[in-house]
């Protein structure tokens, strides 16, 4: 993304021609973006060889699925319907990760028809439940135990993970008492230790205190694993003044794990691969003046992008058409749903804007999309991947008629 004479374009398309061409609120993904990050989250792991398994919950569009997988990546999926999408999109089950807390019994079954890689369990029942299933099919399920390591990723409250008082896996104790009772299962192989922390984590300091936690609970249960599944959470820049991830002091930690423990690592990377890999256009319906502020009433609303509502997350805002005037009146921009907390960002300084303009929400490709919803019976955004000089839909724009 970048302005040439003043105009923004993805690759080589102007955004201008985008809007004009597709209308918003339009989802658009940069594919040579996507691709590059790809690329740049398997070198710096290249001497660890990893299995990396695509977050879908970030991003579950087939067409970004069937990308992912032509560049190598599996599926981590934490329900029926993406797991479905994940296959459907031709990832092998193979290179698939079942998680989260409350899998029911279809899922699981469905899950086990299909034989993926690994269901990673978080509670005993659910084990229980996975070795009944196995034992009706009469075949062998391989499992990983999600342990909570009570560890502080210091990312925002709201998607942190991994400490005591979060809901995911299983501390120390019960972890261990659930290995010694099912050591011996005909149907169910304790296959992998998985954890994962939180998101949007910056520092790589939480994860080097995660590794020590795994270090001494190999160590007391004496078991053998295949796999340890790290999860993801790798940050990335919303902000010029975030820090980069640094990638290469992650990498040097694991490899050092690595020589005491022979085991496949597995990355389950959904933000650090697709969120900067898209904007969501949108067009100025209105400009209200009050005395303190200028609210810019935009046609895209917290339906099509829950984070500032949901997290308070920050997203930059960028005019289609740059123009040098500067207006030094807070700005508010905001959406046209019946929320207060419909409102995307609040900025000093911004260039003119008038009525019928159109912006560039940036960085929104992880968690925009999937989290979108029809609140105020509004139809979903459009879906569109500029490749070089080409623009192809990969989500239609929702219809009205089909919504009621």
């Known amino acids: 993304m970048y302005f040439k004479k003043n105009k923004l ?46 977050s879908v919950k970030s991003n579950s569009n087939l067409q970004i699925l069937k990308e992912v997988k032509k560049m190598g990546m599996g599926a981590d999926v934490v329900s029926k319907g993406e797991m479905m999408q994940a296959l459907k999109a031709g990832i092998s089950p193979k290179k698939i990760v079942f998680s989260g807390v409350g899998k029911k019994t279809d899922e699981l ?27 009706l099919k009469k075949t062998v399920v391989h499992i990983g135990i999600r342990l909570n390591p009570n560890i502080d990723a210091k990312t925002l409250r709201k998607i942190s993970t991994g400490k005591r008082e979060d809901k995911f896996g299983l501390t120390e104790k019960p972890f261990l008492d659930i290995l010694n009772n099912f050591k011996f299962s005909r149907f169910v192989k304790v296959k992998c230790l998985s954890v994962h922390i939180g998101s949007q984590i910056t520092d790589y300091k939480p994860y080097s205190k995660m590794i ?71 067009q100025i319906i209105y400009i209200k003046n009050t005395e303190k502020k200028r609210f810019i009433i935009l046609d895209a609303a917290m339906n099509d992008l829950m984070r500032p509502a949901l997290y308070g997350s920050y997203h930059n805002i960028i005019p289609l058409i740059k123009r040098s005037k500067k207006n030094k009146t807070i700005h508010d921009f905001v959406g046209p749903v019946c929320e207060t907390t419909d409102k995307f960002l609040s900025v000093k300084d911004f260039q003119q804007l008038n009525e019928k303009d159109y912006v560039a ?13 029809n609140y105020n019976l509004r139809p979903k955004a459009s879906e569109i991947m500029i490749e070089n000089k080409s623009s192809k839909v990969i989500l239609k724009r929702q219809k009205l008629v089909n919504i009621i």
């Not at 690759?11 to 990050?37: A, D, Q």
């Not at 398997?42 to 060889?49: A, G, H, T």
């Not at 940050?235 to 992650?250: H, L």
């Open 361 to 373: 929400i940036c960085d929104v490709g992880a968690y925009g999309m999937s989290l979108s919803s």
């Open 212 to 282: 020590n936690v795994l270090d001494k609970i190999i160590k007391k249960s004496q078991h053998v694993f295949d796999y340890i599944d790290l999860g993801g959470g790798m940050g990335v820049q919303y902000q010029k003044k975030t820090k980069s991830f640094n990638y290469q002091k992650y990498s040097a930690i694991i490899k050092k794990f690595l020589k005491r423990h022979d085991v496949k690592i597995i990355f389950e990377p959904g933000r650090s691969i697709i969120a900067n890999c898209a904007v969501l256009f949108a």
């Open 9 to 54: 374009f993805i690759e080589k398309v102007e955004g201008s021609k985008i809007v004009k061409k597709f209308g918003t609120p339009t989802y658009c993904y940069s594919l040579r973006k996507l691709k590059n990050n790809i690329r740049n989250f398997q070198k710096s792991f290249s001497s660890i060889n990893p299995l990396l398994c695509f």
């Open 109 to 135: 079954k469905f899950a086990i028809e299909k034989k993926i890689l690994l269901i990673n369990a978080e509670t005993e029942s659910e084990i229980f439940e996975i070795e009944r299933l196995a034992k």
